[in-house]
C-alpha cells in the first residue's frame, strides 16, 4: 500500500519526503520530545537518513513499515508516526505503533489524533487483529492517550531497552481489532 494518506479533522497522514527533513530533526532533535523513547535527540544527518530509510521502506513490497509523516492543515509537519507490521509471526496479523508528536503540539488532542489515524491504517486499511505500543513506563500521557483509544496495559517487559546508558522497562497496551470497531 504507496501511497498512505489518511485524513482526520485536524491531521493528515502522509508519506515522508526529502523536504521533511528540517521539521522531523526540530522534533527528533528536541530532549524533551525524545525524554521517553528509545534514542538520544538526533542530528540533522540522522534524520536525513532515516528519512531515506523509510521512504525506501515505503516501497517494499509486501510492505511492512508504514512511518508517516503527521501534519496539520496547510502542511506543518507535527509528528513521526510508525506502524510495523510483526514478520516475526507471519500471518498472526499484529502491528506495533509508535510516535513522536513536537512539543507545542503537546497538549490539544493531537497525538490522540495521529494514534488514531495509526489505528485507521492498522484495522481499516491493513486488516489487523491486533496492535500494541509500547511505553516509558514514566510517560504518563502516552497511557492516559492509550487508554483513552481502548488500549488494555498488557504489563511491563523488565529491562526491555538500553537508554541513556541504563536500562528501561517498557509498559505495553494494545487492542483488538473486535474491541476497536465496537
Not at 498512505?4 to 528540517?22: C, K, P, Q
Not at 522531523?24 to 532533535?29: E, N, P, Q, R, T
Not at 536500562?167 to 497496551?173: G, Q, Y
Request: negative net charge; glycine residues 8%.
Amino acid at each position: 500500500m504507496h501511497p498512505v494518506t489518511l485524513t482526520s479533522a485536524r491531521v493528515s497522514l502522509r508519506e515522508f519526503t526529502l523536504d521533511d527533513v528540517d521539521e522531523l530533526a526540530a522534533i527528533y532533535g528536541d530532549p524533551v520530545v525524545v525524554e521517553h523513547m528509545s534514542f538520544e535527540p538526533r542530528t540533522h544527518e540522522q534524520v536525513q537518513a532515516t528519512i531515506s530509510t523509510v521512504m525506501e521502506a515505503a516501497r517494499v513490497v509486501p510492505r511492512t513499515e508504514y512511518s508517516l509523516a503527521a501534519v496539520r492543515p496547510g502542511g506543518d509537519l507535527i509528528a513521526f508516526a510508525r506502524l510495523a507490521i510483526d514478520t516475526q509471526h507471519p500471518g498472526q496479523s499484529s502491528g506495533q505503533i509508535g510516535f513522536a508528536l513536537r512539543a507545542d503540539q503537546w497538549g490539544q488532542g493531537l497525538g490522540t489524533d495521529v494514534v488514531r489515524l495509526l489505528l485507521r491504517l492498522g484495522f481499516g486499511e491493513l486488516s489487523l487483529y491486533r496492535i500494541w505500543g509500547a511505553r516509558s513506563p514514566t510517560n504518563e500521557a502516552s497511557a492516559r492517550l492509550m487508554v483513552k483509544l481502548g488500549m488494555i496495559e498488557e504489563g511491563r517487559i523488565r529491562g526491555h531497552l538500553r537508554v541513556r546508558d541504563q536500562w528501561r522497562d517498557s509498559v505495553v497496551h494494545s487492542v483488538l481489532a473486535p474491541e476497536w470497531l465496537a
